[in-house]
Nanobody, 113 residues
Framework: VQLVESGGGLVRPGGSLRLSCAAS????????MSWVRQAPGKEREMVST???????KYSHSVKDRFTIAKDMPSATVTLQMNDLKPDDTAVYYC?????????WGQGTQVTVS
């Protein structure tokens, strides 16, 4: 099983980044896919989730700025992040959840400064 994130980096406030998560080794269509972030000294925070039924959810702090999407043929989930703020600085993790099975990626750093 692999979840490989990419697309992080350093960006100025107001800028944009697009994170990608390439999934392999499990039945992608059966899993709820999420982006979770963790800032230094803070607990992990769910940023966005897209369900098997394509229903999406966002945390209040990113709603209207971030967009989650998934591509079934490539088993990829993306997070388009616009109007980035310094408070968005964190390591962003891709997560796959199905009942009690939970997979995590290694994370990608996003720094807004």
């Amino acid at each position: 099983v692999q979840l490989v994130e990419s697309g992080g980096g350093l960006v100025r406030p107001g800028g944009s980044l697009r994170l990608s998560c390439a999934a392999s080794g499990f039945t992608f269509s059966s899993y709820y896919m999420s982006w979770v972030r963790q800032a230094p000294g803070k607990e992990r925070e769910m940023v966005s989730t897209i369900g098997r039924d394509e229903i999406v959810k966002y945390s209040h702090s990113v709603k209207d700025r971030f967009t989650i999407a998934k591509d079934m043929p490539s088993a990829t989930v993306t997070l388009q992040m616009n109007d980035l703020k310094p408070d968005d600085t964190a390591v962003y993790y891709c997560s796959a959840l199905c009942t009690i099975t939970h997979y995590w990626g290694q994370g990608t750093q996003v720094t807004v400064s």
